[in-house]
C-alpha cells in the first residue's frame, strides 16, 4: 500500500507537519511518533537511513533542524522514498524560497496542499515540481 | 512575512511556539479549544473566513496530540461551500480528521458525487483527493462508475485523471467488485498508452494494485508497461520537469517494473528480448557519481531492476553478475547501499540458486553483523540465518553465538531463536548441538524458550553416547556462578538421569553432585523445584550401595516439601519420599527414561513456517511463492486428514511421550488431566499441546517401562494418596465451560494460573492459544511500571481485527500504546504499557483483548498482574526504626489487627518465604517471641508518596490454622488494603476437592469478598 505516513518533526521532537494514509487513532499517534522519533533522532549521520519499526519501515532524511519521516511498509523501494523526500524539500524551496522549519509552521495549509498534489491515498500522484505548485500559484494570485 | 493570510492563525501558532514547557502549551491549546467552542455554538455569526481559520487551528492542535472531539461538522460542512478556498478547507482538514467509518462522511456523499460530476475542475481534484484517502464501502458503490468515467475520459485533463485513477484504486481495495475486469483489462491497456507522465504514475499505481491480485486478466498491460520502460531509459520524449537530476522519473520506472514483477513469466519472445536490453542497460550503466541525489535515484532504480532480474530467472550469467553487484555494494562505505544490498542478497536466497556465489561472500556478511547501525545488524542477521546450511553452520552459528554475548537487548531474542534453529538443522554432530544449546542458555537464558532445552533432554535420551558428554557438560555449567534457571533445569535433568555415568570422575561423586544441584533450589522457580526433586530421587536410586548421610538429607528435603503450597511439589514429595523407602523397587520404578519416539522438532517445523511466510508476504516473490505452493499444500493435508481424526503430525510436535495417555485418561473419563483434555476434540486446526509440557516430560519419570502401560498407576497414584493435585485440574476446569460459551478457541494453559506466576515475577506469557501468545514483560520503579506486551500471531496468516482495550480500575492511571489492527504472520507486535499507581487497592486491572482469525471471533478478558505487591519494595529496619514507627502508629484505622482463621498451615520459614516472594521483607529476631514474624514493606503511590508499612503475624504453633494479624502503614487505606492482600495470601489456596465434578462457575483464588468489590476481578472470574 506504499506510504503510511508523513511526518516533519523538528530536532526537539515537536511534530511539524504529520499525514497520515491510514487511520490510526490519537493515541496511536502519540505513541507511534514518540517511538520513531526516538529511535530515528538517536541515529548518526554515519548509520543508514532506513529504521525498521514494528511493521513499518521508516526512510528518514535530516535537513538542518528538520526530520522528514516517511513510514512505508516492508515491500517499498526504499531509495526511491528517500528521493521523494527530496523532491518534497525541493518543491518546498521552489515556493517558499530557501525552506525553513519556520516557513512550514506558519504555512500549514501550504505545505498540506502541497503534500496533497504529491501523494494520495499512499501512492505519488505527480513529481513535476511545476505541476505540484500550480494550482497553489493559482490560488495565490486570486487572494 | 506574509503569513498565510489568517492572521488569528498565525498568532496561536507563534503563541504555542513560545510555550516554554508542555503544561503552558497544554493552557494555551485548552484556551483556544474553548474559544473555537463557543465561537463555533452560535455559528450563525461566523464569516466563511473565520469557520476556514478555525478549522486549521483544530488540525493544528490535532496534529499537536491533542483530541478535539467537536467540530467535525463544522469542517464537514465546509465541504459544501461554494468558494474553493473553504471548500478546500473542509476536503483536507475532513480526510485528516475523520476516519472511513465516521458517520458525517455519508451526510456530504451527495456533494462530493455533485463536484465530482461538476463541470469545475479544481472541485473535481479537491473531491476525488478526499475519496481516495479516505473513502470506504459506500463511497466505493455510489461513486466508483464516475470515477472510472472520469479516468478514461478523453475531455478530460491529465490533472484530474490522475486524480480520478488513485481514487478509483480506493475504491477498488474497499470493494474489489467495483471493477469489472472483463472491460476494464482494456482499459487498462489503453491507459498506458498515454504520454502524460503524471497520469502515468497513478495508473500503474492502480495496475499494480489490480495483478497483484489477478495477472491473468491484464497480460495485454505487459508489453505496454515494457515500452514505458523502454521510453524512461532511452529518455524520449520526457519533459524536462519529470527528469529528475538527470534520470527520467525514477518513480515511475520502480513502480513499472515493480508492476512487471506480478506477471509469473513473460512469453513473448520479442517483449522478453526488449525487457532485458533496458535491464541490461541498468545493471551495466548504474555508476557511482559524486551528487548523492542523483545516485539515490539512479540506485533506486537498479535495485528495482535487480529485484526483476531475479524474478525473470535470468539466465546464469545475468544472474551471477547481480549477485557480483550486490557483493560489491555490501562492502561499500555508504551505508544505505550497504544496507539494500544484505537485503536484496537475502530476497535472492529465495528465489534463486545462487547459494554458492552468496557463500563467498560469508566472511563480508559477517562483518556487518558487527556494524554499528542496528538496521545494517538485522539484516546481515536474515542473510547469513538464510544463507546457512550444512557446509557452513558451523561457522556461522558460533559467530552468532559470539555475537550474542555483546548484541544488544532488542536483537538477542531473535538472534538466540535463530541460532537455535540453524543449530538444529544443520548440526554436523549432536554433541556439537548440544554446546550450542547449553551455550545459548548460558548466554541468553531469558530467551530460550522450554521447547529448546526439551529438545536437547530428547537428544540425549535417545543417544548414549551423547550421554555422559552432556551430563559432564552440564555438571561444568552449574560450577559458574548465577547459573540462568534454564541451565538449572536443564542440567538437573541430565544430572538425575546420567550423572552416574561419570561417578568416577572428581567432583562427580552423587553426593557433590547433589550438593551443586541443591544450592540453587533456593533461588529457583516451582517449576524448577519440581525438575529438582526429580533429580534427588533419581540420585537416590543410582547410588548404591546406598550412602545414609545423603539418604538422610534428600529425605529431609522431601519431608520439608510435603506441606509446600504448591500441589504439583508436595505431590511428588510425598511419592518420591514413600517410593525411596520401598528398597530395591525403587531401582525398578525410578529407572532411566525411555527412548522418546523420533519426531520433527516443534522449532524446525516453526521455522519451515515462517519461511513460507516471508516467502508469502511479499510481492517480489511471487516466483518463489508458486514453487513453494506445493510442499504448501502438503503441510496443509497433514494437518486436517481427511477422516477428522486426530491430527497427529501437529500433535507429536511438541509434546511427550506422557501425551497420549493424558487424553486417554481424559476420554476414561478421569477428568484429571484437564488442561489437556482440550485436545480430544477433533478441532481441524488443533491446539498446540499442553501447558504443561513439564509435566509431560516429567511425569512418567516416577514409572519404569513404556509410558502407556503405567499411566493409569501414575493417575491412582495421586488419587490413592489424596493429594492436592487436583487443585490446577480445579481452576483449568472452571475456566474451560464457561470460555466454550464466547470463544470456540481454546487457551493453552491455564490462564489463571500463568496470572497468578506474573504476579510473583516479571516476564511470562500472559495467554496462549492456538493462534496467537501474549506476553508479558514489566519493570517496576516505585508507583511507575512499565508493562510491554508482546502479542505474536502463532500463524502462518495474519490475525485482523485485533484491539486491545484497558479496563483500568479507578487506582491506576494505564495507557497503552497502539496495537496494530492487524498482526503479520508469524511476527510479534510489541505494545508499551505504562501504569501509574494512584493509590493503595487490590483491584485488578483487565485487558479485553479481540482478534479475528478466519472468521473465528476469540475475545478473551484477562487479568493484567499490575497488582498491590508491584508496588512494593522490600525495605529492611532496625529494631530501633520499627518500635518508634510501630508505637507512633497507635491504632485504628492507622494500625488494625485481625485475628484470621481458616489459614492454610505453614511453618514460618515457609511463611517468610511467602512474604519474601511479595516483597515484604521479613525481619529475624526483632520480635522476641520465635513463633512470630515481622515484616516490612515501602508502598508506592502518587497518594501515598513512598510509605512504609510494617507488619507482624502472631502464630500458634499448637494450631497453624489460625493467628493474628496486625499492619501499620501512615495511610488507613493502605493499612487496610495491605491487611486485606495479605490475609488473602495466607488463606488462599482453593481446598481440595475429591471430584472436581460440577465447575465451579468462578474461579477464586482470592477471597470471594473481595472477588465481588471488585468489577475487574469479576470480569476476570468470568474467564
Request: charged share 20%; net charge negative.
Amino acid at each position: 500500500m506504499g506510504i503510511r505516513f508523513i511526518l516533519l518533526v523538528n530536532k526537539q521532537g515537536q511534530t511539524r507537519l504529520a499525514q497520515y494514509y491510514e487511520y490510526l487513532t490519537l493515541e496511536q499517534r502519540r505513541a507511534l511518533e514518540g517511538e520513531i522519533v526516538r529511535k530515528c533522532l538517536a541515529r548518526t549521520e554515519q548509520q543508514c537511513s532506513f529504521v525498521e519499526h514494528r511493521n513499518y519501515k521508516v526512510v528518514y532524511r535530516r535537513y538542518a533542524s528538520l526530520f522528514f519521516l516517511v513510514g512505508v511498509d516492508n515491500d517499498e523501494n526504499e531509495l526511491a522514498i528517500l528521493e521523494f523526500i527530496h523532491l518534497l524539500v525541493e518543491t518546498m524551496d521552489r515556493h517558499f524560497g530557501n525552506v525553513c522549519e519556520l516557513d512550514i509552521m506558519f504555512h500549514l495549509e501550504k505545505a498540506h496542499f502541497m503534500l496533497e498534489e504529491m501523494v494520495m491515498n499512499g501512492c505519488i500522484v505527480e513529481t513535476s515540481k511545476q505541476n505540484i505548485l500550480t494550482p497553489i500559484q493559482l490560488m495565490d494570485k486570486a487572494s | 512575512m506574509a503569513l498565510s493570510g489568517m492572521r488569528g492563525l498565525s498568532v496561536f501558532i507563534s503563541d504555542v511556539r513560545n510555550c516554554q514547557n508542555k503544561e503552558q502549551e497544554r493552557l494555551r491549546v485548552d484556551k483556544e479549544l474553548g474559544n473555537i467552542r463557543t465561537r463555533f455554538k452560535n455559528e450563525k455569526g461566523l464569516s466563511p473566513y473565520e469557520k476556514k481559520k478555525y478549522v486549521w487551528k483544530m488540525l493544528y492542535i490535532y496534529m499537536l496530540g491533542y483530541d478535539v472531539d467537536f467540530g467535525h461538522m463544522e469542517a464537514v460542512s465546509l465541504i459544501s461551500a461554494p468558494k474553493y478556498p473553504e471548500k478546500q478547507v473542509g476536503y483536507i482538514v475532513t480526510s485528516c480528521l475523520l476516519n472511513e467509518n465516521h458517520d458525517f462522511l455519508r451526510l456530504v456523499i451527495n456533494t462530493v458525487r455533485n463536484d465530482i460530476i461538476g463541470r469545475n475542475e479544481t472541485f473535481q481534484c479537491l473531491a476525488l483527493t478526499m475519496v481516495g484517502n479516505i473513502g470506504g464501502r459506500e463511497f466505493a458503490e455510489s461513486l466508483a462508475p464516475d470515477v472510472q468515467k472520469l479516468l478514461i475520459s478523453s475531455s478530460c485533463r491529465p490533472l484530474v485523471r490522475k486524480k480520478a485513477a488513485l481514487c478509483l484504486l480506493r475504491l477498488y481495495r474497499k470493494n474489489p467488485d467495483v471493477v469489472n475486469v472483463d472491460g476494464w483489462s482494456d482499459r487498462m491497456s489503453q491507459l498506458l498508452d498515454e504520454r502524460d507522465l503524471g497520469v502515468l504514475t497513478s495508473v500503474m499505481s492502480l495496475l499494480v494494485a489490480l495483478v497483484s491480485t489477478n495477472h491473468d486478466a491484464y497480460w495485454s498491460c505487459l508489453p505496454k508497461c515494457v515500452r514505458i520502460l523502454e521510453r524512461l531509459a532511452r529518455n524520449q520524449d520526457v519533459p524536462q520537469d519529470y527528469t529528475y537530476y538527470g534520470i527520467p522519473s525514477p518513480w515511475l520506472q520502480v513502480k513499472t517494473m515493480r508492476a512487471l514483477q506480478y506477471f509469473p513469466t513473460i512469453e513473448d519472445p520479442n517483449t522478453r528480448r526488449s525487457l532485458f536490453e533496458v535491464l541490461q542497460r541498468i545493471l551495466m550503466g548504474t555508476d557511482v557519481v559524486k551528487n548523492v541525489n542523483k545516485n539515490n535515484a539512479s540506485h533506486a532504480v537498479l535495485f528495482e531492476a535487480l529485484a526483476l532480474v531475479m524474478h525473470l530467472d535470468a539466465e546464469k550469467e545475468m544472474m551471477s553478475q547481480c549477485v557480483a553487484l550486490l557483493g560489491k555494494f555490501i562492502a561499500v562505505r555508504e551505508p544505505n547501499i550497504r544496507y539494500l544490498g544484505l537485503e536484496n542478497m537475502t530476497r535472492m536466497l529465495m528465489v534463486t540458486d545462487v547459494q554458492d556465489i552468496i557463500k563467498r561472500h560469508q566472511a563480508q556478511i559477517i562483518t556487518s553483523l558487527k556494524d554499528p547501525d542496528i538496521s545494517i545488524r538485522r539484516r546481515a542477521l536474515d542473510l547469513l540465518y538464510g544463507m546457512c546450511d550444512v557446509t557452513n553452520a558451523k561457522d556461522i552459528v558460533e559467530e552468532l553465538l559470539q555475537y550474542l554475548s555483546t548484541a544488544d537487548f532488542a536483537m538477542r531474542e531473535e538472534l538466540a531463536l535463530k541460532a537455535a534453529i540453524l543449530a538444529e538443522k544443520f548440526a554436523p554432530d549432536l554433541s556439537w548441538y548440544v554446546d550450542v544449546i547449553l551455550q545459548l542458555i548460558d548466554k541468553a537464558g531469558d530467551f530460550v524458550s522450554d521447547d529448546i532445552w526439551y529438545r536437547v533432554v530428547q537428544f540425549v535420551t535417545n543417544n548414549e553416547d551423547l550421554q555422559p558428554y552432556a551430563a559432564a557438560k552440564a555438571r561444568d555449567y552449574l560450577d559458574k556462578p548465577a547459573v540462568h534457571e534454564t541451565m538449572v533445569k536443564v542440567s538437573a535433568y541430565i544430572l538425575g538421569e546420567y550423572s552416574h555415568l561419570l561417578a568416577r570422575r572428581p567432583g562427580c561423586s552423587p553426593k557433590e553432585i547433589f550438593s551443586i544441584i541443591h544450592e540453587k533450589l533456593p533461588t529457583v522457580s516451582t517449576s524448577t523445584v519440581a525438575i529438582l526433586l526429580s533429580t534427588y530421587a533419581k540420585i537416590l536410586m543410582h547410588t548404591q550401595p546406598p550412602d545414609p548421610e545423603l539418604q538422610d538429607q534428600i529425605w529431609a528435603i522431601f519431608n520439608k516439601y510435603e506441606s509446600c503450597i504448591d500441589a504439583e511439589i508436595q505431590q511428588r514429595a510425598v511419592e518420591y519420599f514413600s517410593l525411596s523407602r520401598k528398597g530395591a523397587a525403587l531401582m525398578d520404578i525410578l529407572a532411566e527414561m525411555p527412548k522418546f519416539p523420533e519426531r520433527q522438532s516443534s522449532l524446525l517445523k516453526k521455522a519451515e513456517d515462517t519461511e513460507l511466510d516471508t516467502a508469502e508476504q511479499s510481492a517480489i516473490k511471487l516466483r518463489a511463492q508458486q514453487q513453494q505452493q506445493a510442499s504448501n499444500a502438503l503441510v496443509v493435508t497433514d494437518q486436517r486428514p481427511a477422516n477428522g481424526s486426530l491430527p497427529v503430525g501437529q500433535l507429536s510436535l511438541v509434546k511427550m511421550p506422557s501425551m497420549s495417555i493424558n487424553v486417554d485418561a481424559d476420554v476414561a473419563g478421569q477428568g484429571l488431566t484437564n488442561t489437556n483434555g482440550t485436545l480430544s476434540i477433533a478441532d481441524p486446526q488443533p491446539a498446540t499441546p499442553s501447558a504443561d509440557l513439564l509435566g509431560d516430560l516429567l511425569g512418567p519419570l516416577a514409572i519404569e517401562g513404556p509410558p502407556s502401560a503405567v499411566a493409569p498407576s501414575e493417575q491412582n497414584l495421586m488419587s490413592g494418596s489424596g493429594l492436592e493435585g487436583v487443585s490446577n485440574a480445579m481452576d483449568a476446569l472452571a475456566l474451560a465451560p464457561v470460555e466454550e460459551q464466547s470463544n470456540s478457541v481454546q487457551p493453552i494453559g491455564n490462564i489463571a494460573e500463568r496470572f497468578h506466576a506474573l504476579c510473583l515475577k516479571d516476564s511470562g506469557v500472559l495467554y496462549e492459544d492456538p493462534y496467537i501468545q501474549i506476553g508479558i514483560k514489566a519493570e517496576w520503579r516505585a508507583h511507575h511500571g512499565r508493562l510491554v506486551l508482546f502479542l505474536g500471531n502463532k500463524n502462518t496468516s495474519p490475525l485482523v481485527s485485533a484491539q486491545a482495550l484497558i479496563l483500568p480500575p479507578s487506582h491506576l492511571k494505564m495507557e497503552l500504546s497502539l496495537v496494530p489492527e492487524t498482526i503479520p504472520p508469524r511476527a510479534q507486535v510489541q505494545c508499551p504499557l505504562e501504569v501509574v499507581n494512584l493509590r493503595p487497592s487490590r483491584d485488578v486491572a483487565v485487558l479485553d483483548f479481540s482478534y479475528k482469525f478466519g472468521t473465528t471471533m476469540v475475545n478473551v478478558k484477562l487479568r493484567l498482574p499490575a497488582v498491590l505487591n508491584k508496588f512494593l519494595q522490600p525495605i529492611s529496619v532496625t529494631a530501633e526504626e520499627f518500635f518508634s514507627q510501630w508505637r507512633s502508629l497507635s491504632g485504628p484505622p492507622l494500625k488494625l489487627q485481625e485475628v484470621v482463621r481458616g489459614v492454610r498451615p505453614l511453618f514460618l520459614p515457609e511463611m517468610a518465604n511467602l512474604f519474601k516472594s511479595f516483597q515484604l521483607m521479613v525481619a529475624p529476631g526483632l520480635d522476641p517471641n520465635p513463633n512470630n514474624l515481622v515484616a516490612s514493606t515501602m508502598f508506592y503511590s502518587e497518594s501515598t508518596r513512598a510509605m512504609l508499612c510494617l507488619i507482624r503475624i502472631e502464630t500458634d504453633p499448637s494450631d497453624r490454622t489460625q493467628l493474628r494479624m496486625t499492619v501499620a502503614s501512615g495511610d488507613p487505606v493502605l493499612t487496610f488494603e495491605l491487611k486485606e492482600f495479605i490475609k488473602e495470601l495466607l488463606v488462599s489456596i482453593p481446598k481440595p476437592s475429591i471430584a472436581p465434578a460440577p465447575a465451579p462457575p468462578q474461579v477464586q483464588p482470592v477471597s470471594p469478598a473481595a472477588g465481588s468489590l471488585d468489577p475487574g476481578a469479576m470480569l476476570a472470574g468470568l474467564l
